[in-house]
């Protein structure tokens, strides 16, 4: 059932990837980002899926893993396949813009398979500081960002055990009519606010047991030392996004 | 010797109704009560989780004011294991629980090692939280609740899913802790054989705390009863092999009590 | 009805890194209408085992065999819907699994379901909540305000209104305070000895089982290690506590008494039957 979902999940282990800068990588995704958007040819896309594949190969996690991911987005995928299609977009754009979502999609999986929640809020906290000059509260959003993806893999597991309770008691969500299902749907909500609820009560208080504050003390946390792979990351993909740039003046 | 804990005349509806308890340094308290009757709630008063009115001081600082210096002192372990970590592996738990408590890098890695030799659970620190065990997980948030050197270590059944080897092993250091740097620990718990492990019992009944003493003289069958509580095996036969006149005093140690009745 | 393990592995194939093998190769069968205990260490693979009992999860490897049913690695859960008419299953803490605001509505979740006429779903309601001793009035009461041990009963009753031949609990016992343990026991017997159900109780908790179980299976390291009746089992002092079980305190006085003093005063469940057996021997 819901046991075969990943949708946050960090995998541990010492590659380049999961050794790579978190803000030098949040900077690259977003040129990778931005990049794929300027793409209009396919040639590039499989240039970029290239880099992107030797990225992959150098986070040391299987590639099936990345598989699933990109699997469990299937009905997405295929519901903009269709919406385009419906709309009368030409056959070989549609594919283009399908190829480039699961690029980023792959590549956004990478950055969160290898990247810690902590590292995680750090980058955002240290690349949205300037927004603090116009008062607006980073250290809050970034903080709220991270706790949120970890509720997300809390609550999916609640709502796993959930499913088991109600298969025990002769409710079977799998082998369910659709109106069966959508009944499912409706009366694990309440459970499952309920659970949810708790759960951020029971981290509240554990985070002012702990003292986390929201000031930017943050600074020390990880050791961001910027090492010659960052930059080199850096600068591959600011080289990558004016070849693309130019590619697309010709 | 004074108090390091003082609770004075707390009033909190429908739990609590002037419910006093002082606790000394060194102690090692076990607080019990039927289901319901307001442990848990007691804590997070105590942690300044819950705003009360009444006069709650601890190491002689008054928590309304300098709750936040109190926490640095105090190390606790919550009663869902999945309630205790914010981050995403143990490791990284630990490490943002110290750096928030403002310790140097290097001391913070001496501390992580030292308190997960101590519980073994080295192997564990870089799993991600949702695959560890029940058990796993209440370990590591001892070991959590340890790293920083608190002086008052609060325990809300922090074993229920830690079988019963494991758990002597536990309360073997934590008894150590106790002794050696006189860590006040006060734990409450279902489980009536590790109020054995401490040195005195609270019981929490009918709003108030019905009785507070070292658990030699705390292992009173009736009042036990009436608050809705079973005896400890041990407790429970001496209190029955007195009545039969076999014994004189209770015995609390399974061996001695061996060697007295087969002279 | 006939309860076996064929052979059985499980390997978690979880969507991060390492497999981890949970069981390996296990055997074993349960006997009817009685009540058999698992234990073992945690994480010794206790809830994977019953948890494959009621398909929940299937085998990597080997066949369980329930009545008629044949739970395997291929196995169509389509197919294997009825078995939880047979086999009902009580998780750990199922106060935090409550679906509806009324006692009434969450006993009838499943027969609803399945378009059971309300005249029989109301019968089997009263009957169910009479299997764990409580009664009609509970049915007008919100489940969230009940408290724990009534909280468990509810979750109780709603498994057994499927009427299952076979009950599997998870930990029934744990987090729960002295009175609510006695009642939990009474209500076992019950379902035992007038009801004939066929019970598989998941503790680690010895004391509880003791005075309740028939027939014991331990697991350690993935395998089961020992299996017999209670005393054969529970008597094995040392072994037990080599694979990190406590054994029941009742069984190690007398275990003590026999290695200290050889003085054989036999194994007994409860503390007053004991009392009555140093009796005789001091005297």
Redesign the interface.
């Known amino acids: 059932m819901l046991d075969k979902i990943s949708i946050s ?2 995998y ?1 282990g010492n590659s380049l990837i999961h050794q790579w800068n978190p803000i030098s990588k949040l900077i690259c995704s977003l040129c990778f980002i931005i990049c794929t958007c300027l793409i209009q040819q396919m040639s590039v896309i499989i240039l970029l899926m290239i880099v992107l594949l030797l990225l992959l190969f150098s986070s040391n996690i299987p590639f099936s893993y990345y598989g699933k991911a990109v699997w469990n987005f299937r009905y997405f995928l295929l519901f903009f396949f269709l919406f385009n299609y419906v709309c009368q977009m030409p056959i070989e754009q549609n594919i283009l813009l399908l190829c480039k979502l699961i690029l980023i999609g792959l590549y956004s999986t990478m950055i969160l398979f290898t990247t ?3 590292e995680f809020t750090l980058a955002i906290s240290v690349l949205l500081y300037p927004l603090t000059w116009i008062h607006i509260p980073v250290n809050l959003i970034s903080r709220m960002i991270s ?1 949120s993806i ?1 509720f997300l ?2 609550l999916m ?1 609640q709502a796993n055990n959930i499913l088991k309770t109600l298969a025990v008691r002769g409710i079977h969500y799998d082998s369910g009519s659709v109106k069966q299902k959508l009944y499912i749907w409706r009366i694990i909500l309440l459970p499952i606010f309920i659970g949810a609820f708790r ?1 951020a009560d ?2 509240a ?9 929201l000031e930017v003390n943050n600074q ?2 990880c050791k961001i030392s910027l090492r010659f792979f960052d930059l080199l990351q850096l600068a591959l993909h600011v080289l990558i996004i004016v070849l693309v740039w130019k590619e697309g003046m010709l | 010797m004074e108090s390091i804990i003082r609770i004075e005349n707390l009033n909190y509806y429908p739990l609590f109704s002037n419910l006093t308890l002082k606790v000394r340094k060194g102690s090692f308290l076990s607080i019990i009560g ?3 009757c307001g442990k848990s709630m007691l804590f ?1 008063i105590l ?3 819950i705003p009360t009115d009444s006069t709650i001081q601890i190491e002689n600082m008054s928590l309304k004011e300098n709750k ?1 210096a109190i ?2 002192h ?1 190390g ?1 372990v ?1 009663e ?1 294991p ?8 143990p490791r ?1 738990n630990m ?3 110290m ?3 403002g310790y140097a ?1 290097s001391k913070i890695k001496k501390r992580i090692d030292e308190v997960c030799t101590q519980f073994e659970i080295s192997s564990l620190l ?3 939280i ?2 560890l ?4 997980k209440q370990l590591v948030t001892l070991a959590l609740a340890l790293l920083h050197e608190p002086s008052i270590l609060l325990l809300d ?1 922090a074993f ?9 092993k536990i309360f073997k250091i934590l008894r150590k802790y106790n002794r050696e740097q006189k860590l006040t620990i006060i734990q409450i718990t ?1 489980d ?2 590790d109020i054995l492990y401490g040195k005195e019992i609270a019981i929490i009944d009918e709003q108030k705390i019905i009785l507070h003493q070292k658990k030699e003289k705390a292992l009173q069958e009736e009042i036990f009863k009436k608050a ?3 005896l400890p ?2 407790a ?2 001496s209190s ?2 007195k009545f ?1 006149d ?1 014994i004189d005093a209770p015995i609390l140690d ?2 001695k ?3 007295t ?2 002279k | 009805m006939e309860i076996k393990f064929n052979d059985v592995s499980f390997t978690y194939n ?1 969507v ?1 890194y390492q497999k981890k093998e949970v069981l390996k190769n296990i055997n074993v069968s349960f006997p009817e209408s009685k009540i058999t205990g698992i234990i073992g ?3 010794s693979g206790k809830t994977t085992m019953v948890e494959l009992l009621d398909a929940l999860l299937l085998p990597s490897q080997g066949t369980i065999q329930i009545g008629k049913f044949v739970i395997q690695k291929q196995s169509q859960l389509k197919q294997l819907n009825d078995l939880h008419f047979q086999v009902g299953f009580l998780f750990q803490f199922p106060e935090e699994q409550i679906f509806n605001t009324t006692v009434k509505e969450e006993l009838e979740m499943g027969l609803k379901f399945y378009h059971y006429k309300t005249d029989q779903i109301e019968k089997r309601s009263v009957d169910a909540l009479k299997m764990v001793g409580l009664d009609t009035s509970y049915l007008s009461k919100n489940p969230f305000c009940l ?3 009534e909280k468990r009963k509810v979750a109780l009753a709603s498994v057994l209104i499927l009427n299952p031949q076979i009950l599997i609990l998870d930990e029934p016992t ?7 343990k006695q009642s939990f026991i009474r209500l076992i017997r019950l379902l035992k000895n007038r009801f004939q159900k066929t019970i598989i109780i998941v503790s ?1 908790d ?2 509880f089982l003791l005075p309740i179980v028939d027939y014991v299976v331990v697991l350690h390291d993935k395998q089961i290690v020992m299996s017999g009746d209670k005393y054969t089992v529970f008597k094995q002092v040392d072994q037990l ?1 080599k694979y ?3 054994p029941p ?2 069984i ?2 007398s275990d ?2 026999l290695r ?2 050889g ?1 054989k005063i036999g194994y007994r469940d409860e ?2 039957d ?2 009555k057996d ?2 005789r021997y ?1 005297r």
């Open positions: 999940r960090y541990y810690p929640i902590g706790l970890s893999s809390t597991q759960h029971d981290i208080y554990t985070m002012e047991i702990r003292c986390y504050s020390g946390m | 039927r289901n319901g997070k942690l300044g989780l936040q926490l640095k105090i606790v919550f869902n999945n309630s205790n970590f914010i981050e995403e592996t990284e490490k943002v629980y750096k928030n408590l890098e870089d799993c991600t949702s695959n065990s029940g058990g796993e059944d229920s899913m830690i079988d019963g080897i494991t758990k002597e279902h009536m054989d809705g509580l079973e095996f041990m429970s036969l029955k092999l039969y076999l399974m061996d009590m061996v060697n009745l087969w | 979880k991060n260490k945690s994480g408290s724990q041990g744990i987090g729960l305070d002295a009175e609510s680690h010895t004391d506590k990190g079980i406590k305190k009742v190690e006085f003590r008494v200290k003093k003085i503390i007053n004991l009392i140093i009796y001091v």
